[in-house]
């Protein structure tokens, strides 16, 4: 399943560590409801703008909130999406230059084992889930095992890790029960 399959009308969904919107943006524009309330948090103030003007230019209307992830979020959720700073501090000197120039340390920085974001929204998830609700995370290609062991020890049910076009580990969900 995509979150598009899962979307419905007057859902709530939130976008943590939304960077320039682009997760969110899509999923508001492609879902087909003008309905469904969306909010992108982030704890970057210029990604914020970006995520703004994004969504002014494509039409979309969503909310955009400074948080250090979940400390200004309000509210349950439906749907939580989130792409979190995964690479491991070690690693990104080795990046490749348009990856290390292009994007802040701050989007990329997953701290010592590149799993510190995942661990944290995992924790602190439930809080802003309704029962039923589903937490999607983009990952890096090498820790679906580990994101979806994170999740099923938190106790998320029916975890799956999905593959991109490339054949790579590229996205995990699950649903709080």
Known sequence: ESVLDILEP????????????CILISLLKLCG????????ADIS????????????????????????????????????????????????????????????????DGKEDGLYFYRRIIEEAPEYLNVGGRLYFEIGHDQGEDVSSLMKEAGFADVTVKKDLAGLDRVVFGVYI
Do not use: Q, W
């Open 10 to 21: 007057e859902m709530r969904v939130l976008d943590m560590c939304t960077g320039s919107g």
């Open 45 to 108: 103030k210029g990604a914020l703008e970006v995520a703004r003007n994004n969504a002014e230019n494509l039409g979309v209307d969503a909310t955009f909130l400074y948080s250090d992830l979940f400390s200004e979020v309000e509210g349950k959720y439906d749907v939580i999406v989130s792409n979190p700073p995964y690479i491991r501090t070690s690693v990104i000197e080795e990046l490749k230059e348009e990856v290390k120039f292009h994007d802040p340390l701050l989007a990329l």
């Open 33 to 40: 409801f003008s309905d469904i309330l969306g909010v992108g």
